[in-house]
């Protein structure tokens, strides 16, 4: 939709409305476009009363629209599918709040977080809510003034929760324009055809800058990492102050290790790439192994496990959540067999986390891209594109896809940070 198009006045019978307005990057990040198309497409109309668009790149743009629906619950939808566009209404009212009564489960209504920053109005004043995350619901704190972020599953009776969307306002990552530019190839596409080394060299220079500066650098990574002979290209990056929270499963730690002990990764010689003798129960006996010992920290104090990715988290104090899944052989004693648990020490460890590589595992990333808020930089990369496109549809379009094998990938990316060629 051409965001200058002339709007049809009100049709008869359109008469509950309300004023809107939308301000910052909107022309060139197609937030206007889009609300413009949300407003007609779930039956609305809009009238604009106020456009001044900025007249070089840098400047904010304003556009106040007057919103008219047939019906009040047509409204609401409309009010809130273009709220998380960032317009919010003209007339702003406090939050509505509403207590917890059921230990674990929201107030009907309950409004549902994005991952995009979000402010509440208590008292006349807007608050930030912390802990952004998505598919959550806003606890406040009315003495304290605090809103956060509050998972279902956490949230405890007595607490209040914001109801509705009145009193609420986001504010899309595209708004913010300096934030576009720090991440240059952000909205590129995920593509199999693009010239790799450009990205890779970009995906370098931030966690450069991450590393040297105060964000944190996640990385969750699959077993593949171990299967295609990288694990010597993580342990690198973990040794040299790239890595301050790695999240992974049971797979990635199990191979990580059965290549310490065995020199296989799922049986498969690192060496040759031929298949040995009883080699398929490598990773068993190395879970074993770990089992009897009670942890890997125990491995590393014992001087039984000396190098690899694990060893490395453990070396060099970098925190790890091993999550567990239905697919896991033993598990290792580390790995956190309760999936909200292991979400719980997984947010513990979110805050402070600007940059996030995700390697070649579909259920981890997706899971991890959930619980991150839209300003955290993500870069994803595997085999599949249909891995890196889920990751964008589930709601992590801050996400950068890269298409390829996680080998090359690894190797030219720890060339880049200064590592072995
Ligand atoms: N024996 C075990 O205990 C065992 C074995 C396998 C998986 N698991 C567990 O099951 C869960 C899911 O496992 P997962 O994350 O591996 O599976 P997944 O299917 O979620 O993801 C695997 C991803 O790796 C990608 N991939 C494969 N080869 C690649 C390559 N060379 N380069 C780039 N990408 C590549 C695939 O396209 C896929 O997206 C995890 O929790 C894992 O720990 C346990």
Redesign the pocket.
Known sequence: MNANAQPTPPKSGHSICEDVELSGHIIDSLLLPKVLDEITSLGGEYQSQEIRIGHNRNDPSYVRLTVTAPTLPCLETILTAIGQHGAVPVQHHDCRLEVVDIEGAFPEGFYATTNERTEVRLNNAWIPVELQEMDCAISVDRVTRKARCVAMADVKQGEFIVVGRLGTRVFPVGRDVDQRHSFGFMNSTVSSEKPKNVTVREIAEQMRRAAHGTGKILVVA???VV??GSRELLSWLIRDGFVNVLF?????A?HDIEQSFFGTSLGISMEHGGSTEEGHEH?LRTINRIRRLGSIRKAVDDGLLTQGIMYECIHNNVPYVL???I?????LPDVITDTLVAQTKMRELVPGVTFCLM??????SIAVGNLLPATVKTVC????PA?VTKLADRGTFQSVGLV????PFLRVLVRELGGPA
């Open positions: 699959g077993p593949a299967h295609t992974a499963g049971n797979a990635l199990a990773h999550a567990g899944s697919r896991d052989d033993g598990p390697i070649a595992t579909t259920l981890h990369v595997d085999i599949n891995t390829t094998d996680v080998e």
